[in-house]
């Protein structure tokens, strides 16, 4: 098992639309997708520092690496080309792979 995390910068002034559109149509068509099996979203609180933008974390949890792999090779790029016209300079992304240890 392992967790997919995306960190969003996003500007304040979008951040209300921005939240409403991942929640209600970004993240269920990426669940729709088959390769995750849960995911969670945080709001960094601490530290607070950047006073123009808001960030956020997105965690997708998946069964084996082969389902990421599958997801980044097939379906990310289109994801994230809808993510970035809908959104365009008002945000950056970073992402990582976490893989738990028993």
């Known amino acids: 098992m392992g967790v997919?995390?995306?960190t969003i910068n996003i500007k304040r002034q979008v951040e209300e639309e921005w939240l409403k559109w991942?929640?209600?149509?970004?993240?269920?068509?990426i669940m729709s997708a088959g390769y995750f099996s849960d995911y969670e979203i945080?709001?960094?609180?601490?530290?607070?520092t950047l006073s123009d933008e808001a960030v956020y974390q997105?965690?997708?949890?998946?069964?084996?690496i082969e389902d990421y792999y599958q997801y980044a090779e097939k379906s990310a790029?289109?994801?994230?080309?809808?993510?970035a016209e809908k959104f365009l300079g008002k945000?950056?992304?970073s992402r990582a792979i976490l893989k738990k240890i028993d």
Do not use: C, G, S, W
Not at 42 to 48: A, L, M, S, T
Not at 58 to 64: A, Q, S
Not at 77 to 83: E, T
């Open 77 to 83: 790029p289109d994801f994230q080309r809808k993510h």
């Open 4 to 6: 997919y995390i995306v």
């Open 42 to 48: 945080f709001k960094v609180v601490i530290p607070d």
């Open 58 to 64: 997105f965690h997708y949890r998946f069964n084996t």
């Open 91 to 93: 945000f950056k992304a």
């Open 22 to 29: 991942m929640k209600e149509e970004h993240i269920p068509d």
